[in-house]
């Protein structure tokens, strides 16, 4: 398995605003991604951080929205920008050691709040 | 495209209840199918996994059988806690769509006392 850390756990911003979500890996790993949780929903992959290059956006996601870094095999960045009160959610970050197995550990999330 | 469908919630048993939660999905190629369990306020856990056709994960007294033939992967246990109580994800898995995780829509999990 991987122990999955995110910063901050929960935060309340203003409309308009941004904030920058951080996840960090105990181990190197081969695939990160992003997902959101509205409340009461399922999650939804907003993108594939990739290392070393541009992250993969899902249909609906977009990069001046949700602009993502992973400068190495261990971390990596959500930002979510220009905030309104839609993007109110759960944002968990997740990631897979790679070969032959598929399944992904998952952080505990950051709970958005946007007034 | 992958989807996965799960039984409507929520659902509410009395400890010592046996539980199954039905999942059935769909998918072009041979996907790994998954079971995370999400405790309130907290992010997902991995709760069991089976890799190919007729592979039973199993955890913490949870069950879950890869059935081909019937595209399913229903979630059991024979008997709940307390703190069992917890939402519960159903999930696919298949190489050709890069990795990514297609979850259900979840199911709410209240066991009583």
């Known amino acids: 398995s991987a122990v999955i850390s995110q910063k901050p756990s929960r935060d309340i911003c203003q409309r308009g605003t941004s904030l920058t979500i951080q996840c960090q890996v105990d181990s190197q790993v081969t695939m990160m991604f992003w997902y959101r949780q509205q409340p009461g929903q399922s999650l939804t992959l907003i993108a594939t951080a990739n290392q070393g290059s541009e992250a993969t956006y899902e249909s609906g996601f977009v990069i001046d929205k949700f602009p993502i870094s992973r400068p190495n095999l261990t971390f990596s960045t959500l930002t979510v920008s220009n905030m309104s009160p839609e993007d109110s959610s759960i944002y968990l970050c997740s990631a897979r050691r790679g070969g032959g197995s598929y399944e992904q550990y998952f952080g505990p999330g950051t709970r958005l709040t946007v007034t | 495209g992958n989807s996965v469908t799960q039984m409507e919630g929520p659902v509410t048993l009395s400890e010592e209840a046996f539980l199954t939660i039905n999942c059935t999905y769909t998918?072009?190629?041979?996907?790994?199918l998954f079971w995370y369990v999400q405790y309130p306020g907290e992010g997902l856990q991995l709760l069991l996994k089976?890799?190919?056709?007729?592979d039973k994960g199993s955890n913490k007294g949870f069950e879950a059988t890869y059935r081909k033939e019937t595209t399913s992967f229903h979630l059991e246990k024979g008997s709940v806690q307390v703190s069992d109580s917890a939402v519960y994800f159903c999930?696919?898995?298949?190489?050709?769509?890069?990795?990514?995780?297609?979850f259900g829509e979840g199911t709410q999990l209240t066991v009583n006392p």
């Open positions: 999930a696919l898995s298949e190489g050709t769509s890069g990795s990514r995780l297609t």
């Open positions: 089976a890799t190919k056709a007729d």
């Open positions: 998918a072009t190629g041979y996907p790994s």
